[in-house]
């Protein structure tokens, strides 16, 4: 199918691009094109203007410090993911986005443009959500950072505004000695998640939890973190008895109704799997201090 008829502008500037959004209100922002372009070719999005922000100066970049990774808008997934400064201080990244699609679209498609189309189902806002991190958005008014858990309202709606363009990601670092580690259930490779959970977890030298994070995506509306599990978990030397506790906690966290290929209880089932191999996993790795 072809899209809608549409006016396409490639400004330059930042000030250019947000004001051309904030002149149409059915322009919109065009990055990657990989989910953007087949959303129009199934008339399932019909926008008027598409302002293409791959030439827009100082969109380009990744910075690696003590805050952690700092994304710029126009970084494409493969950039990230194989970027040897991240891989060294949070290889977690690099875990997460071999599950985002396969390499032609993540060449082409952005890490800011996944967050900004925020499908509860994609790995790269459950990692905002996961690392606690957050987007700045720059529109009419200025510059405004939203943390992670206030980005993501609910399926496919955040809370940039249409005349906003979210300049950055900011992703914060590991904790010291922490272990992580993510996985998915997926019909096919390269697939959305059906579900999937993320986990980064540190140990004092009993092998009690000093400190859990944990996510999930697929399960509702948006990514989650699982906060009731963390709390059940946090003190514990993850006996059998405390993991059974996280995951039951867990389990109302799954909100999406029965689908076509998919179930609720079936959901809930993967939930629970993730959520123990992925402590497990993690746990592992903060007790070895690997980073691979
Ligand atoms: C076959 C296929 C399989 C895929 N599988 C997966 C998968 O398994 N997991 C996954 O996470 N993704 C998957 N994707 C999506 C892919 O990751 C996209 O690259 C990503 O979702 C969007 O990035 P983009 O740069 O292409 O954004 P675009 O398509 O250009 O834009 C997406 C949306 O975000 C808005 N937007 C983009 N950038 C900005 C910005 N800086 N500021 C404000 N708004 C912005 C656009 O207006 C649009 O609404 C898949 C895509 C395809 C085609």
Not at 182 to 189: A, G, I
Request: with cysteine; aromatic share 4%; glycine share 8%.
């Amino acid at each position: 199918m072809k899209p809608p008829i549409f006016d396409y502008q490639a400004p330059v500037t930042i000030a250019d691009a947000v004001r051309l959004l904030a002149g149409d209100a059915d322009a919109v922002v065009l990055a990657g094109g990989q989910t953007l372009l087949p959303a129009m070719n199934f008339r399932a999005a019909n926008p008027t203007l598409l302002v293409d922000i791959q030439h827009v100066a100082g969109l380009r970049g990744i910075a690696v410090g003590d805050d952690g990774v700092v994304v710029k808008a126009m970084v494409r997934h493969r950039e990230l993911e194989l970027d040897a400064a991240v891989l060294r201080v949070n290889p977690l990244v690099a875990e997460v986005m071999q599950h985002v699609a396969h390499i032609p679209i993540r060449t082409r498609g952005t890490v800011v443009g996944s967050l900004c189309h925020g499908d509860p189902s994609a790995e790269m806002p459950l990692l905002l959500v996961l690392l606690g991190g957050s987007v700045i958005a720059q529109g009419p008014a200025g510059q405004r950072e939203i943390a992670a858990e206030d980005f993501f309202q609910s399926f496919l709606t955040t809370a940039r505004r249409q005349d906003e363009i979210v300049v950055e990601a900011r992703f914060p670092p590991l904790p010291p000695g922490a272990g992580w580690a993510f996985d998915e259930v997926t019909r096919r490779h390269g697939d959305y998640a059906i579900v999937g959970v993320g986990c980064v977890l540190a140990l004092d030298d009993d092998g009690r939890v000093t400190g859990v994070r944990l996510a999930a995506c697929g399960i509702a509306d948006r990514p989650v973190r699982l906060k009731a599990a963390e709390a059940l978990l946090n003190g514990t030397a993850l006996g059998v008895s405390d993991l059974d506790a996280a995951v039951a906690a867990s389990l109302p966290a799954v909100t999406q109704p029965d689908e076509m290929h998919v179930s609720a209880s079936y959901r809930r089932r993967a939930l629970g799997t993730l959520i123990r191999r992925m402590v497990a996993k993690a746990a592992q790795r903060a007790r070895t201090g690997t980073m691979q």
